[in-house]
Nanobody, 127 residues
Framework: QVQLVESGGGLVQAGGSLSLSCTAS????????MGWFRQAPGKEREFVAA???????????DYADSVKGRFTISRSNAENTVYLQMNSLKPEDTAVYYC?????????????????WGQGTQVTVSS
């Protein structure tokens, strides 16, 4: 059974930092794109960041414009874990954050291309 488990969410003041992690079990995703998405109340799930796996263009990172320069995605294939370091957090970053494994040929920026999802972790940024 494949599972993705996120951790590291919480409450932080604007300007602060949080670090999220997501560990996969049940299979390895070393060759797959891993992504982070978020969903705020009443809004659609949106792309945050993604990183390619091993192979051609290994570990290339892509970011939504809204988080570029503030968030950093990384991964440890040895630990089957993907990370999201979030700095200079803003109230508009408040959402449930999900990690996901990309298993189709579609765009890594759309949630429809991801087959495996974590349960989500709440990030709340106070002003």
């Amino acid at each position: 059974q494949v599972q993705l488990v996120e951790s590291g969410g919480g409450l932080v003041q604007a300007g602060g930092s949080l670090s999220l992690s997501c560990t996969a079990s049940g299979r390895t995703f070393s060759g797959h794109v891993m992504g982070w998405f978020r969903q705020a109340p009443g809004k659609e799930r949106e792309f945050v960041a993604a990183t390619t796996g091993s192979g051609v263009n290994a570990y290339y990172a892509d970011y939504a414009d809204s988080v570029k320069g503030r968030f950093t995605i990384s991964r440890s294939n040895a630990e089957n874990t993907v990370y999201l370091q979030m700095n200079s957090l803003k109230p508009e970053d408040t959402a449930v954050y999900y990690c996901a494994a990309h298993t189709s040929g579609g765009s890594s920026r759309t949630h429809l291309s991801y087959s495996y999802w974590g349960q989500g972790t709440q990030v709340t940024v106070s002003s």
